[in-house]
């Protein structure tokens, strides 16, 4: 089970019902006020996580037998691409879709195979220094025998699908060979990314890396020897072939891979072993591709394969979002006593998170955080009911609730929801008060810094 948009616009339906019922003898021009102010904006922000969302869009480049099914097979942990040994002669790129039923997700793969194929490596050297002649020879029944050709054809390609990430994929002991198609590509995507005014994000992924030194040395940690030749390949693919600045992913394991940070067309060199049993570093991949992928599209990445790390990450920005949200009460023209009327907003939140957690998207799943809360609703029981219990999680001091009763209060329950949902622990709201306090000095002074500058 997961997010899953019908259910989720359901939800939504009951939540606005809710609202209207709670706030039945409210002021009115109090109730346009909060519509306006609290559950739209609360509305908008799932509609931006969960009803625009999309799958990711994935483009391959790489040489045949480099391993590009192997990864996507990888990344997806499951078989969906063909992994073998024929040659593709012609340029074929084939687009497909990944679908995984369970959690409502798709991933759109475009898998460019066959687009170096007529080319030995060193052929491409005139990347450098553009041999005319050799950029002559037409492509004959689609064969691609020159570095204009590629160039050409890849740009095509991408300006087609418009991928969101490109993964240039190449077996680890053949970089060196291959340093002239690491060139043409970074070279392209300076082009490209011109053109379309914005930069994808390209990942060099070096597969393979079991097969370095003695492929029997594995697992990779256990063998220094091993370690030190792929910490040699990384350098060298960043310092002498494409000449970047890096970054390590991972500054407790350098061989983790590197983020390339500067630079026009490159964003990262990571490092994989796709092989199914010898699985290796494809987690540090897949957060990388989390965090560069377009917001409406990391829903669908992570919740594919229940990635619990990268759904973490959502659900706590969405619990940011709401709570800011929540403030906005203390901004009310008239004052607001009721703590009620925050209920409905923090129903969605704990719900979405359960779905987040892979939960059913259900009253259900809030219930169940509630009574792990300690708080028991009869069954059988409305929104309206469980509202009336919710309001029991917030302290509140005083007649009239301020933006930051509001906000922190939604934040505690968000974090205990998130806590539960995701690592089964049981806290109280109350717990995160201070950690909700910090974030909010953190985003003043970040403010105030910028003002200075
Ligand atoms: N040892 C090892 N072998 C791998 C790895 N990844 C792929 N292979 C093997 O390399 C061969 C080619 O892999 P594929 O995934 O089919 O390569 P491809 O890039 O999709 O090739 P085309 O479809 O022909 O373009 C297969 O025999 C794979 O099992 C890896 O990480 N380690
Ligand atoms: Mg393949």
């Given at each position: 089970m997961a997010i899953?948009?019908?259910?989720?616009?359901?939800?939504?339906?009951?939540?606005?019902?809710?609202?209207?019922?709670?706030?039945g003898n409210i002021n009115p021009s109090i109730k346009v006020w909060i519509e306006k102010n609290l559950l739209g904006p609360a509305f908008e922000e799932i509609k931006k996580l969960i009803e625009d969302s999309r799958p990711p869009k994935m483009f391959l480049i790489g040489r045949?037998?480099?391993g590009k099914s192997s990864l996507i097979n990888a990344l997806a942990n499951k078989h969906v691409a063909e992994v073998g040994d024929v040659k593709p002669t012609t340029y074929q790129s084939i687009p497909y879709l990944i679908k995984f039923e369970e959690s409502y997700s798709s991933w759109e793969i475009i898998d460019s195979r066959g687009l170096f194929e007529s080319t030995s490596p060193n052929s491409l050297s005139n990347i450098i220094n553009d041999n005319i002649e050799e950029n002559k020879k037409i492509n004959k029944n689609n064969h691609i025998?020159?570095?204009n050709d590629i160039e050409q054809i890849l740009?095509?390609?991408?300006?087609?699908y418009k991928p969101d990430i490109i993964m240039h994929v190449i077996s680890a002991p053949e970089t060196r060979n291959l340093s002239n198609d690491l060139r043409l590509v970074s070279k392209m995507m300076t082009k490209?990314?011109?053109?379309?005014?914005?930069?994808?994000?390209?990942i060099i992924v070096l597969t393979k890396v079991d097969t370095l030194e003695n492929p029997r040395h594995w697992p990779l940690e256990n063998y220094p020897a091993k370690v030190g030749i792929l910490k040699e390949i990384l350098d060298y693919t960043s310092d002498e072939i494409l000449t970047v600045s890096k970054t390590p992913i991972d500054l407790n394991e350098l061989i983790k891979g590197y983020e390339i940070k500067d630079s026009e067309d490159i964003t990262a060199i990571i490092p994989v072993c796709s092989l199914k049993d010898d699985i290796w570093n494809i987690e540090t991949l897949i957060d990388f591709i989390g965090q560069k992928l377009p917001e409406n599209a990391v829903l669908e990445f992570a919740q594919a394969q229940k990635r619990k790390k990268l759904l973490r990450k959502l659900s706590s920005s969405l619990i940011i979002r709401f709570s800011s949200i929540a403030g906005i009460v203390g901004l009310s023209p008239l004052p607001i006593s009721d703590i009620i009327i925050l209920t409905p907003m923090q129903i969605l939140l704990v719900t979405l998170i359960g779905?987040?957690?892979?939960?059913?998207i259900s009253k259900e799943t809030f219930l169940e955080f509630l009574s792990a809360s300690g708080i028991t609703v009869a069954s059988g029981f409305t929104?309206?009911?469980?509202?009336?219990?919710?309001?029991?999680?917030?302290?509140?001091?005083g007649s009239v609730i301020s933006g930051t009763i509001a906000s922190s209060g939604t934040y505690g329950i968000g974090k205990a929801a998130e806590a539960y949902f995701f690592e089964g622990k049981i806290k109280k709201p109350i717990q995160y008060k201070d950690e909700w306090q910090e974030y909010q000095n953190n985003i003043k002074q970040i403010e105030n810094s910028k003002k200075l500058v």
């Amino acid at each position: 089970m997961a997010i899953n948009k019908q259910k989720t616009k359901e939800i939504i339906e009951e939540i606005d019902q809710l609202f209207n019922q709670l706030v039945g003898n409210i002021n009115p021009s109090i109730k346009v006020w909060i519509e306006k102010n609290l559950l739209g904006p609360a509305f908008e922000e799932i509609k931006k996580l969960i009803e625009d969302s999309r799958p990711p869009k994935m483009f391959l480049i790489g040489r045949s037998g480099h391993g590009k099914s192997s990864l996507i097979n990888a990344l997806a942990n499951k078989h969906v691409a063909e992994v073998g040994d024929v040659k593709p002669t012609t340029y074929q790129s084939i687009p497909y879709l990944i679908k995984f039923e369970e959690s409502y997700s798709s991933w759109e793969i475009i898998d460019s195979r066959g687009l170096f194929e007529s080319t030995s490596p060193n052929s491409l050297s005139n990347i450098i220094n553009d041999n005319i002649e050799e950029n002559k020879k037409i492509n004959k029944n689609n064969h691609i025998s020159s570095k204009n050709d590629i160039e050409q054809i890849l740009t095509e390609e991408i300006i087609k699908y418009k991928p969101d990430i490109i993964m240039h994929v190449i077996s680890a002991p053949e970089t060196r060979n291959l340093s002239n198609d690491l060139r043409l590509v970074s070279k392209m995507m300076t082009k490209l990314n011109k053109t379309l005014g914005y930069k994808i994000p390209l990942i060099i992924v070096l597969t393979k890396v079991d097969t370095l030194e003695n492929p029997r040395h594995w697992p990779l940690e256990n063998y220094p020897a091993k370690v030190g030749i792929l910490k040699e390949i990384l350098d060298y693919t960043s310092d002498e072939i494409l000449t970047v600045s890096k970054t390590p992913i991972d500054l407790n394991e350098l061989i983790k891979g590197y983020e390339i940070k500067d630079s026009e067309d490159i964003t990262a060199i990571i490092p994989v072993c796709s092989l199914k049993d010898d699985i290796w570093n494809i987690e540090t991949l897949i957060d990388f591709i989390g965090q560069k992928l377009p917001e409406n599209a990391v829903l669908e990445f992570a919740q594919a394969q229940k990635r619990k790390k990268l759904l973490r990450k959502l659900s706590s920005s969405l619990i940011i979002r709401f709570s800011s949200i929540a403030g906005i009460v203390g901004l009310s023209p008239l004052p607001i006593s009721d703590i009620i009327i925050l209920t409905p907003m923090q129903i969605l939140l704990v719900t979405l998170i359960g779905g987040l957690s892979c939960r059913k998207i259900s009253k259900e799943t809030f219930l169940e955080f509630l009574s792990a809360s300690g708080i028991t609703v009869a069954s059988g029981f409305t929104f309206r009911a469980v509202a009336h219990q919710l309001v029991k999680l917030i302290p509140i001091a005083g007649s009239v609730i301020s933006g930051t009763i509001a906000s922190s209060g939604t934040y505690g329950i968000g974090k205990a929801a998130e806590a539960y949902f995701f690592e089964g622990k049981i806290k109280k709201p109350i717990q995160y008060k201070d950690e909700w306090q910090e974030y909010q000095n953190n985003i003043k002074q970040i403010e105030n810094s910028k003002k200075l500058v």
